[in-house]
């Protein structure tokens, strides 16, 4: 394990901002940076949450099986977040799955018994590692009221604009967004079908505000899209 290396990656991370020298060289100390080919899994239900993970590169989606064995995503991580943290809200064993996607990842492996010797010390790093918990818990919440109060067809684009917004890369009047997720992971997150996803796909391309490819989203009518996610599209 590169210790230095370790600490030079850990301060670009937004959670480690500002965070004093020796407070990160303890973490960078206890660190240990993995990585994992496409489609693999990072962990299963069931196993420790003895560690936290924080992503480096790829993309990795988190999620559970239903009782009939369908895959539930709650998110999609993407570089610099958290994911596997509930065990430091004491969390014993997961109650979830993390697998990488269409790509290699790269992420850092953090005990939590190690952490949280040090979050004892730097009420900062504490306060931050429970706000990104407590922003998880608000994303859940958010998703659950929006599968309760909003019609199919605007859950949909509206995980297409926050996407967009999100990773999306302007190019003049357009923005493009890497397509990483198949159109079953979008049903997944929605709580649509796949069938639906590729109707709202088709006809918001058809109405000239989205192109698409296997590949990539082209959003050629921004107003557009933020409209339709503003009055709905019932």
Same mark, same amino acid.
């Given at each position: 394990m590169d210790i230095q290396a370790n600490y030079i990656h850990l301060e670009q991370f937004n959670l480690f901002d500002n965070i004093p020298r020796e407070v990160l060289e303890e973490v960078s100390n206890f660190t240990t940076l993995r990585t994992r080919p496409k489609n693999s899994y990072v962990y299963h239900p069931g196993d420790p949450s003895e560690v936290l993970f924080i992503l480096k590169e790829g993309r990795i989606k988190v999620g559970n099986y239903s009782d009939d064995g369908r895959e539930v995503i709650k998110a999609i991580i993407q570089p610099g977040e958290l994911f596997g943290e509930m065990g430091l809200a004491g969390e014993v064993k997961r109650?979830?799955?993390?697998? #990488?996607?269409?790509? @290699?990842?790269?992420?850092? &492996? *953090?005990?939590?018994?190690?952490?949280?010797?040090?979050?004892?010390?730097?009420?900062?790093?504490?306060?931050?590692?429970?706000?990104?918990?407590?922003?998880?818990?608000?994303?859940?919440?958010?998703?659950?009221?929006?599968?309760?109060?909003?019609?199919?067809? #605007?859950?949909?684009? @509206?995980?297409?604009?926050? &996407? *967009?917004?999100k990773v999306g890369r302007v190019f003049g009047d357009e923005v493009l967004l890497e397509h990483f997720l198949t159109h079953q992971d979008i049903a997944n997150l929605t709580g649509t079908s796949r069938q639906f996803v590729t109707s709202v796909l088709n006809e918001l391309k058809r109405d000239k505000i989205i192109k698409f490819d296997r590949n990539t989203i082209l959003v050629s009518d921004t107003k557009g899209l933020a409209l339709l996610t503003s009055t709905g599209l019932a």
């Open positions: 109650n979830e799955f993390a697998i #990488t996607m269409k790509e @290699e990842c790269s992420f850092y &492996m *953090v005990y939590v018994a190690d952490l949280k010797v040090v979050m004892r010390d730097n009420p900062e790093l504490s306060l931050r590692l429970i706000d990104r918990i407590g922003s998880r818990i608000r994303r859940t919440e958010s998703r659950l009221e929006s599968i309760i109060f909003k019609d199919s067809r #605007t859950r949909v684009v @509206e995980f297409i604009k926050d &996407m *967009v917004d």
